[in-house]
C-alpha cells in the first residue's frame, strides 16, 4: 500500500488521506457491492451520489479540524471553538459547500448501526441540498427504496468510508480524476446505453484543443454528463492559469433527467459554476438557453436519431427542414443558431452526415457549404467509441472566416480543410481505440496553422497541403465533388493523381527513356 498523509477529524482523531490509485480502487471495490441488486444504470447514481458526499464531508472536516487548531492557538476557550466550528460564515472563504451535521460523514458512520443506513443517506442528501442552491435538485435520493438491500448498502458505506480525500494534495482534482474515470468505467459497462452520456476523453480533448476555447462562452446542447464543459475550463487553467478559469462561462443542455444530474454534480465537483438549465429538457422542444449567443459550441449528440421534435416552422432550419428520419442536420443547424457573430463549432456525428443525399439533406449540406459556413471535416479513426460501432466525424463551422481584423487569422473564406485520421490512434484493449497525445497535437495544429491562430503563431507554424493527411479545397472544388465532405475525396487526389493509370504510364516511358540512355 502507498504511504498516507496523516491527519484528524473535528473529534481530533487520524484518519489517512488515500493516493489517487487507492481512492479508484477502493470505490471501484465498492460498486461490487450493488451489482445484481440493481441496474447499471442505476448504481452509478448510488456510487457517484456517495463519492460526491464522501468528498464534500471530508473536505469540511478538514478544515474544521485545521479552524479548531488555529481558534486553540488564538487562545479561544474550548466552549467557543465549538460555536465558531458551527458557524457557518466561518468556512464561507474556504469551502464551496455547507455540510450539515446530519450530513458528515462520520455522523452517518457512527448512526449506521442503529438507523436505516437508506433512511440517513437520503436525509444526509436533502441536508446537503437544502443548505447548498448549487446543488439543489441534484443529489440522488433512492437509498431506502424496497428494491435496495440494506445490508449491502451498509456494507457500501463502510468501502466508501476507507476512501479519504481530507489532506491530499488538490483534493477537488482528485475527486475530478475520480469522478471521470468512473463515469467511464461506468459508460463501458452499459454498453450503448452508456454512449448517451459519456463522450470518450480523447474525443474531448481534440475538440477542445482544436478550438481552443480561451475565453467566452461555451455551449453544449447534448451535453451529457459534462465533459466538454468540464474539459474547456480545464483548458483555460491549464493555458492561462487557475486565475483565469473564470474567462469561460459555460451553459449546457441534456435531456435525461439522470444524465443532468450527474453533469451538474460533475460541474461542482471540479467548482465550475455552469448554467445547466433549472431542469433538464430536450433541446430541439424545449431549448433552456433561448437566448444564448455562444463563442464556442461543442458537441457530441446522439447519432443519427430518428422521431425527434421535429417543427418544420421551427427558426433555426435557415438552410433545410431536416428530415424526421435523422436529426444530424438538426445537430448542425441548432449549432449555427447558437453562434454568436464571431462563433465556431464543433459537433460530432457519424460519418453519413459528410455525403447523405437522403430526405433533402444533401441539399441542405450544400446549402451550409455556400453559406461558407463549414471549416473544417475531420474523419476520425475507428473504435473510438466502446458503445458505437458507427464510423464518426468532426464537423467545424464558422460564422467567421475572415481574418477578424485585430485577431490576424489567415483568411479562410471560401475554402474548406479536410482532416483524414482514420489511420490515427492506438488500441487499448481488443474494442477500443484511443487517440495518443501526438495524435491530438497533429490534427489540432493542421487546423491551427490552416486558421492562423496566435498559438500557431506562436510555434511558427505554417499551413500546407499534406497527401492523405490533409487538403485546403476551394468551394469550386467542393461543388465538383458534389458537395460530398468525405475527406478521403481531397486528401487522397493527389495520392490518386500520382497513382493513375495515365501517370504511371508517363513515369514508366520516362523511365525507360533514361535506361535507353544509360546502356548507350
Not at 246 to 275: C, P, Y
Not at 381 to 398: D, Q, V, Y
Amino acid at each position: 500500500m502507498a504511504s498516507h498523509e496523516r491527519t484528524t477529524t473535528d473529534r481530533g482523531e487520524p484518519f489517512n488521506a488515500s493516493s489517487r490509485q487507492e481512492i479508484r480502487g477502493i470505490l471501484w471495490k465498492a460498486t461490487d457491492k450493488l451489482r445484481g441488486s440493481v441496474d447499471a444504470a442505476e448504481y452509478k447514481e448510488f456510487v457517484l451520489g456517495l463519492i460526491f458526499l464522501k468528498y464534500v464531508s471530508d473536505s469540511f472536516e478538514q478544515r474544521q479540524s485545521e479552524l479548531a487548531e488555529e481558534l486553540a492557538v488564538d487562545g479561544l476557550p474550548e466552549d467557543g471553538i465549538g460555536e465558531v466550528l458551527e458557524d457557518r460564515e466561518a468556512y464561507r472563504d474556504a469551502l464551496a459547500f455547507w455540510v450539515p451535521k446530519n450530513a458528515r460523514w462520520s455522523w452517518i458512520a457512527a448512526h449506521a448501526g442503529s438507523q436505516s443506513v437508506g433512511k440517513l443517506l437520503n436525509e444526509a442528501m436533502d441536508s446537503v441540498m437544502r443548505e447548498n442552491e448549487a446543488l439543489a435538485g441534484v443529489l440522488p435520493r433512492i437509498f431506502d427504496s424496497k428494491r435496495i438491500d440494506q445490508g449491502r448498502l451498509s456494507d457500501l458505506v463502510d468501502i466508501i468510508g476507507d476512501a479519504h480525500f481530507g489532506g491530499a494534495d488538490n483534493p477537488s482534482d482528485v475527486l475530478g480524476e475520480v469522478y471521470g474515470y468512473f463515469l467511464g468505467n461506468f459508460a463501458r459497462a452499459e454498453g450503448k446505453r452508456g454512449g448517451e452520456y459519456f463522450t470518450p476523453q480523447s474525443v474531448v480533448q481534440l475538440l477542445v484543443q482544436t478550438l481552443e476555447p480561451n475565453e467566452g462562452r461555451v455551449y453544449d446542447p447534448a451535453c451529457g454528463s459534462g465533459g466538454f464543459l468540464v474539459e474547456a475550463s480545464r483548458f483555460v487553467e491549464t493555458r492561462r492559469g487557475p486565475s483565469h478559469r473564470g474567462d469561460v462561462s459555460v451553459f449546457g443542455q441534456e435531456i435525461n433527467e439522470r444524465t443532468w444530474r450527474l453533469a451538474k454534480m460533475n460541474l461542482a465537483i471540479h467548482g465550475i459554476d455552469g448554467n445547466l438549465a433549472t431542469r433538464w429538457g430536450d433541446t430541439f422542444a424545449d431549448d433552456k438557453h433561448p437566448d444564448l449567443k455562444a463563442d464556442f459550441v461543442m458537441s457530441n449528440p446522439p447519432f443519427n436519431i430518428k422521431d425527434w421534435a421535429r417543427d418544420e416552422s421551427d427558426a433555426r432550419w435557415t438552410y433545410g427542414v431536416p428530415p424526421r428520419s435523422n436529426a444530424n442536420y438538426a445537430w448542425l443547424q441548432h449549432a449555427v443558431a447558437k453562434l454568436g457573430e464571431r462563433g465556431t463549432a464543433g459537433v460530432v456525428l457519424a460519418n453519413g452526415s459528410m455525403h447523405s443525399k437522403s430526405s433533402g439533406e444533401g441539399e441542405i449540406r450544400s446549402a451550409m457549404v455556400e453559406a461558407d459556413l463549414v471549416a473544417s471535416l475531420i474523419a476520425l479513426p475507428a473504435a473510438l467509441f466502446r458503445t458505437t460501432s458507427i464510423p464518426a466525424c468532426l464537423w467545424i463551422l464558422t460564422k467567421d472566416k475572415s481574418s477578424q481584423g485585430a485577431r490576424q487569422l489567415e483568411d479562410r473564406r471560401g475554402e474548406v480543410l479536410f482532416i483524414d485520421a482514420r489511420g490515427m490512434g492506438e488500441m487499448v484493449d481488443r474494442t477500443e481505440r484511443i487517440l495518443t497525445q501526438a495524435d491530438l497535437a497533429r490534427i489540432a495544429s493542421a487546423y491551427q496553422a490552416w486558421r492562423g491562430t496566435p498559438s500557431a503563431r506562436q510555434a511558427g507554424l505554417a499551413y500546407e497541403d499534406k497527401p492523405g493527411f490533409c487538403f485546403s479545397a476551394d468551394l469550386e472544388t467542393v461543388r465538383q465533388h458534389g458537395y460530398m465532405l468525405t475527406p478521403g475525396r481531397y486528401v487522397d487526389a493527389e495520392v490518386a493523381r500520382r497513382e493513375s493509370p495515365r501517370v504511371v504510364s508517363d513515369e514508366l516511358a520516362a523511365l525507360t527513356r533514361d535506361l535507353y540512355a544509360l546502356f548507350d
